[in-house]
């Protein structure tokens, strides 16, 4: 089945630094979404992405539809402590009908 | 605007007893619905999805099923559960297919 790279794995991080991690495929994708997940929660939708070369915002999130339409990544601006928790990717392939998520970016952050 | 709820948020159950997670959405017809668990706190693990009343499409062979006895219910049972079905189950709803928005998940504990 399809399988999505998600990197890095985890990031250990200073307060106020940027943060930046992507996806990749091997394949060509129609979709890519950006999740965080709170321990204990589940995960909530961040941005969606329904074009190649799409750039889209929310706040200090920026994620970017890859031209190849093989990649997507998401940058954080200005880390803060909420900030913390699992980051996921999915993607919808061309041609399927159900999402791939990745493994999932950890992120920490030391204030 | 829509909304998904998914109970009981914690379950203990011991092993060989049976188990029944409901799930349900508000603000919308017709759904997709998903099941998914997640161990460890990574990765997510599709169990069953449902495009309509009845229709139920499990992608790995286990202990578990699920039913949708209405168009905005989901329901994942077991009749006898295992210490491997413990994790933190979610329950996610879609229109199209390309966008998914998850419940608060529930965390079962086999013991």
């Known amino acids: 089945g399809q399988q999505l790279n998600q990197s890095p794995q985890s990031m250990f991080i200073q307060e106020g630094e940027d943060v930046s991690m992507n996806c990749t495929s091997s394949?060509?994708?129609?979709?890519w979404l950006w999740y965080k997940q709170d321990p204990g929660e589940g995960p909530v939708l961040l941005i969606a992405?329904?074009?190649?070369?799409e750039l889209t915002s929310n706040g200090r999130l920026t994620a970017q539809f890859g031209i190849t339409r093989k990649d997507s990544f998401l940058n954080i601006s200005a880390s803060i402590p909420s900030d913390v928790g699992i980051y996921f990717c999915?993607?919808?392939?061309?041609?399927?009908?159900?999402?791939?998520f990745g493994q999932g970016t950890r992120l920490t952050i030391n204030p | 605007s829509q909304t998904i709820h998914q109970w009981p948020a914690t379950l203990v159950q011991p092993v060989g007893s049976p188990l029944s997670l409901e799930c349900t959405v508000e603000?919308?017809?017709?759904?997709?619905l998903y099941w998914y668990r997640q161990a460890a706190g990574r990765g997510l693990q599709l169990l069953f999805y449902?495009?309509?009343?009845?229709?139920i499409s499990s992608e790995v062979p286990q202990n578990l099923s699920a039913s949708r006895p209405q168009d905005r219910q989901f329901i994942l049972s077991s009749k006898k559960l295992l210490l491997s079905d413990s994790g933190f189950y979610l329950c996610?709803?879609?229109?199209?297919?390309?966008?998914?928005?998850f419940g608060e998940g529930s965390w079962l504990t086999v013991v």
């Open positions: 996610a709803w879609s229109v199209f297919g390309n966008t998914i928005y």
């Open positions: 999915a993607g919808l392939a061309q041609g399927a009908q159900k999402l791939v």
């Open positions: 992405l329904y074009k190649a070369g």
């Open positions: 449902s495009v309509g009343i009845g229709q």
């Open positions: 394949s060509i994708f129609n979709t």
């Open positions: 603000g919308t017809s017709n759904p997709n």
